[in-house]
């Protein structure tokens, strides 16, 4: 499924060096704003453990992992919804995003400017909240004032419904609150999909701490971040970008030994990766062979025959069935023979909704 995350932030805090990490590629990240014009895009593997169960098991020839795309896109400033600092530009990047990740500073370090003189990571977020709510308002407004005379005039259901929607939409982005705030119904929601609004995307806050301060829950910008995520609903991510770029060099065993000294579990931007595929509402189902192991990415709600067109368009057209087993079944019994002895591979049909883990052979004809 070809679904987006943006990188946003002011300039300088980090945004551009936590890409080249996501996607080992090394685009200029330079110390001076607007280092990044045009926005770049990265393809990442999205981390599974259980693809490593399920290649130890088949050993197949070849093992492909479901992968989740990033954008990075240049630093917004003060203004931006009025073209300051190529704001536009920027803006309609992020519009063409289905989820942001908001890289806010949260470390001291007299050597790198602040595009704002100073570090306030709440400053930071709310300058880029309100440049996303005015440029929202902008288009809200103008679709108001071009349909709202006629659907009142000629009474038109669809047209009042949408006026209705559109009054709501106002009101929030004029009490400065974003559109994800809001609680919206599928029709409204079916509604609002064309205006296509910054502020109606899931976002997470990136915390970009310094290295002393990875293991360092205690650090007071990234306790102002909580608060201000919790206060939303949203989530909070904390990495250092610099140690993420040098972990990707890594080999497995250099960068488990880097992170044990680090005092982490884990990478900042597994976390990340996988934080960002669960906010869309991704899930992953397997096919499994001793010729493949393959990751496929769906959407929560999706059914059997939707998800076989993910691998191939016949599939979808000429679905029969899904023969279906639980990886969790798979990983207690460790073969497939014994899973189906013990009566725990399914046949699902046509409005069977998919499970993440499952690991299906679809039957189709065309």
């Not at 996303?132 to 709202?148: H, P």
């Not at 949408?162 to 974003?178: I, P």
């Not at 014994?338 to 039957?363: A, N, S």
């Amino acid at each position: 499924m070809s679904l987006t995350a943006g990188i946003v932030g002011l300039p300088n805090v980090g945004k551009s060096t936590l890409f080249n990490a996501i996607t080992k590629k090394h685009i200029l990240a330079a110390n001076y704003p607007f280092a990044t014009i045009e926005p770049n895009v990265g393809v990442v593997m999205v981390p599974d453990y259980r693809l490593d169960f399920l290649n130890e098991l088949y050993k197949p020839k070849s093992l492909v992992p479901t992968t989740f795309e990033f954008t990075d896109i240049a630093g917004l400033v003060k203004g931006a919804n009025a073209g300051e600092g190529l704001g536009n530009k920027f803006l309609s990047h992020i519009r063409e995003v289905d989820a942001i990740c908001e890289v806010v500073r949260c470390f001291d370090d007299e050597n790198i400017i602040h595009v704002e003189s100073t570090v306030d990571p709440i400053r930071d977020i709310e300058i880029i909240g309100i440049e996303l709510i005015l440029a929202d308002l902008d288009i809200v407004e103008t679709r108001l004032s071009k349909i709202e005379k006629k659907a009142k005039m000629s009474k038109d259901k669809e047209g009042l419904k949408e006026v209705a929607l559109l009054t709501k939409l106002k009101e929030c982005l004029e009490n400065n609150k974003a559109v994800r705030s809001l609680e919206l119904d599928e029709d409204e929601l079916l509604i609002m999909k064309p205006y296509n609004l910054l502020t109606a995307k899931p976002i997470i806050y990136v915390a970009n701490v310094s290295e002393d301060e990875l293991s360092n829950s205690d650090n007071k910008y990234l306790k102002l971040v909580r608060e201000y995520a919790n206060k939303e609903g949203s989530k909070v991510i904390s990495v250092c970008a610099k140690v993420e770029e040098e972990l990707c060099e890594l080999d497995d065993a250099d960068k488990k030994e880097l992170l044990n000294d680090l005092g982490v579990d884990s990478s900042g931007l597994d976390k990340l990766i996988q934080a960002t595929y669960s906010l869309l509402g991704l899930k992953t189902f397997f096919t499994s062979g001793t010729d493949e192991v393959r990751a496929w990415t769906f959407k929560d709600g999706m059914k059997a025959p939707d998800c076989a067109g993910i691998i191939h368009t016949d599939f979808k057209r000429g679905f029969i069935r899904a023969e279906v087993m639980s990886y969790k079944d798979l990983e207690e019994y460790k073969d497939e023979k014994i899973v189906k002895e013990k009566g725990k591979v399914r046949l699902e049909g046509k409005e069977y909704l998919m499970q993440d883990g499952d690991i299906c052979y679809f039957r189709f004809n065309v």
